[in-house]
């Protein structure tokens, strides 16, 4: 991807601590971009949630430039026991996603995984004084000691932002929430668990509607769970979700409320020359995102991302392998536990762009125009401002060209699940461990 036309990318910015020693609360579970690019959420297994803003100054200059400051950073979740079922429950945050903005404030839902909360992000430069019933700490006044009315005036303070939590969501999962997705109409979202998936309106807290339900009467035969699950960015009726058996399903909410019954089902039929006992395994589909225009979708299974029209449900129309030279290395990752690792993929803003990670702190990119493919790296040793990222290559054979790293010194331990595009220009963020790096195209 770094022939004529294509983006050449640098680095921009790194957020969090270079450091070898990292605390698991630090490690990024989340990244987000909200409607207009302005703002980066990121959420972490400690349950905070940190929100960058993007650098008006640096929107602005000739050449833009991609850099984010810190803007508001609260505690989403706490750790808790479920005492019926003698469960902790982490405050780890599987996801974040972002309203469209209404008014001067923000919100964005998220969840851990049992409780779904609504966040408003408003900012305060101004403050109120000379209260009739109060001090100025908040202290209530002596009633028999008012002996004229005060009228209030309204001064200006430094700015703060703050983040209060609007709505809780709780009580609808028995399993653990792996998704949420927000509706176009803005009104309504949804919450997927291994099982079910319940449609919640964002102004009730006591019920939601349970539209997907693949549990069976006897837990015996479950034989798939859900992945993923995702609205259409336009049709406020469809929606989406992916399976461990490596399936699609899309549906219709306008057929039945209970949409057990797909109107669509997308699945690849297997090779059988690459049968092996890890089949069912890498064929579970851990991300699944419609892209922006609403006529494709990209599935990321262990080794590879497909694109899918909608359109056609026979077979992908495009399918990219990830990181296939990892075939021959299934026994030890399983033995290891990083074949369940569950990669995220993301869309660049246009849809022409493909981006998804992988392991020694690669992410990969694919050009659906031109079919080429490019792999960089978000490491230390690019952290210096406009450092033009390298392309990295992987070598299988014995022999090891000059620019190759070999297959056997990968650091399993070093993966990016999680990757983001910024909606409308070339940068993308992307959390390695605990730090978010942001890179923008040379322009």
Same mark, same amino acid.
């Given at each position: 991807?770094?022939?004529?036309?294509?983006?050449?990318?640098?680095?921009?910015?790194?957020?969090?601590?270079?450091?070898?020693?990292?605390?698991?609360?630090?490690?990024?579970?989340?990244?987000?971009?909200?409607?207009?690019?302005?703002?980066?959420?990121?959420?972490?297994?400690?349950?905070?949630?940190?929100?960058?803003?993007?650098?008006?100054?640096?929107?602005?200059?000739?050449?833009?430039?991609?850099?984010?400051?810190?803007?508001?950073?609260?505690?989403?979740?706490?750790?808790?026991?479920?005492?019926?079922?003698?469960?902790?429950?982490?405050?780890?945050?599987?996801?974040?996603?972002?309203?469209?903005?209404?008014?001067?404030?923000?919100?964005?839902?998220?969840?851990?995984?049992?409780?779904?909360?609504?966040?408003?992000?408003?900012?305060?430069?101004?403050?109120?004084?000379?209260?009739?019933?109060?001090?100025?700490?908040?202290?209530?006044?002596?009633?028999?000691?008012?002996?004229?009315?005060?009228?209030?005036?309204?001064?200006?303070?430094?700015?703060?932002?703050?983040?209060?939590?609007?709505?809780?969501?709780?009580?609808?999962?028995?399993?653990?929430?792996?998704?949420?997705?927000?509706?176009?109409?803005? !009104?309504? +979202?949804?919450?997927?668990?291994? =099982? $079910?998936?319940? &449609?919640?309106? #964002?102004?009730?807290? *006591?019920?939601? @509607?349970?539209?997907?339900?693949?549990?069976?009467?006897?837990?015996?035969?479950?034989?798939?769970?859900?992945?993923?699950?995702?609205?259409?960015?336009?049709?406020?009726?469809?929606?989406?979700?992916?399976?461990?058996?490596?399936?699609?399903?899309?549906?219709?909410?306008?057929?039945?409320?209970?949409?057990?019954?797909?109107?669509?089902?997308?699945?690849?039929?297997?090779?059988?020359?690459?049968?092996?006992?890890?089949?069912?395994?890498?064929?579970?589909?851990?991300?699944?995102?419609?892209?922006?225009?609403?006529?494709?979708?990209?599935?990321?299974?262990?080794?590879?991302?497909?694109?899918?029209?909608?359109?056609?449900?026979?077979?992908?129309? !495009?399918? +990219?392998?990830?990181?296939?030279? =990892? $075939?021959?290395? &299934?026994?030890? #990752?399983?033995?290891? *536990?990083?074949? @369940?690792?569950?990669?995220?993929?993301?869309?660049?803003?246009?849809?022409?762009?493909?981006?998804?990670?992988?392991?020694?702190?690669?992410?990969?990119?694919?050009?659906?125009?031109?079919?080429?493919?490019?792999?960089?790296?978000?490491?230390?040793?690019?952290?210096?401002?406009?450092?033009?990222?390298?392309?990295?290559?992987?070598?299988?054979?014995?022999?090891?060209?000059?620019?190759?790293?070999?297959?056997?010194?990968?650091?399993?331990?070093?993966?990016?699940?999680?990757?983001?595009?910024?909606?409308?220009?070339?940068?993308?963020?992307?959390?390695?461990?605990?730090?978010?790096?942001?890179?923008?195209?040379?322009?």
């Amino acid at each position: 991807m770094q022939g004529n036309g294509d983006i050449q990318w640098c680095f921009s910015q790194v957020k969090g601590t270079l450091d070898d020693d990292v605390t698991e609360a630090d490690i990024i579970s989340c990244v987000e971009f909200n409607h207009d690019g302005d703002l980066l959420a990121t959420g972490d297994k400690g349950g905070r949630v940190v929100i960058f803003q993007r650098d008006p100054i640096s929107k602005n200059c000739q050449p833009r430039r991609g850099e984010f400051n810190v803007y508001s950073t609260f505690q989403s979740h706490e750790p808790e026991f479920d005492y019926l079922k003698s469960l902790e429950i982490e405050e780890k945050i599987n996801k974040i996603r972002w309203l469209r903005r209404k008014n001067q404030s923000h919100f964005l839902l998220s969840t851990n995984d049992k409780t779904i909360k609504l966040w408003k992000v408003s900012e305060r430069d101004k403050r109120v004084e000379g209260y009739n019933t109060k001090e100025e700490n908040g202290q209530l006044r002596d009633r028999s000691c008012i002996t004229a009315l005060r009228v209030p005036v309204i001064k200006p303070m430094e700015l703060m932002v703050e983040a209060s939590p609007r709505r809780i969501f709780a009580n609808a999962h028995t399993y653990h929430i792996n998704s949420i997705s927000v509706n176009s109409d803005q !009104e309504t +979202y949804l919450s997927a668990d291994d =099982l $079910r998936i319940n &449609l919640w309106h #964002l102004e009730i807290t *006591d019920q939601s @509607f349970n539209i997907v339900d693949i549990k069976p009467a006897n837990m015996e035969e479950l034989t798939e769970v859900i992945t993923a699950a995702e609205f259409h960015p336009l049709e406020c009726n469809l929606f989406v979700y992916s399976s461990s058996k490596g399936t699609i399903r899309l549906c219709d909410m306008r057929q039945a409320a209970l949409c057990d019954r797909h109107s669509k089902i997308f699945e690849e039929p297997e090779d059988p020359t690459n049968r092996s006992f890890f089949s069912e395994i890498i064929s579970s589909i851990s991300d699944v995102k419609v892209s922006n225009s609403g006529r494709y979708m990209i599935s990321r299974d262990y080794l590879s991302v497909k694109v899918w029209d909608l359109h056609m449900e026979s077979k992908p129309i !495009e399918s +990219y392998p990830v990181h296939e030279y =990892l $075939r021959s290395k &299934l026994c030890s #990752l399983y033995e290891n *536990d990083c074949i @369940f690792d569950k990669f995220e993929c993301c869309w660049a803003g246009n849809d022409q762009y493909i981006m998804t990670g992988s392991y020694n702190n690669f992410f990969r990119m694919f050009d659906r125009t031109t079919k080429r493919d490019v792999t960089l790296e978000a490491s230390k040793e690019v952290a210096k401002p406009k450092t033009l990222l390298k392309p990295r290559k992987v070598g299988t054979g014995g022999k090891r060209k000059k620019d190759e790293i070999s297959v056997d010194c990968l650091d399993f331990t070093k993966k990016i699940l999680h990757t983001a595009w910024h909606p409308t220009e070339n940068i993308i963020a992307v959390a390695a461990t605990n730090n978010l790096f942001l890179f923008q195209d040379k322009l």
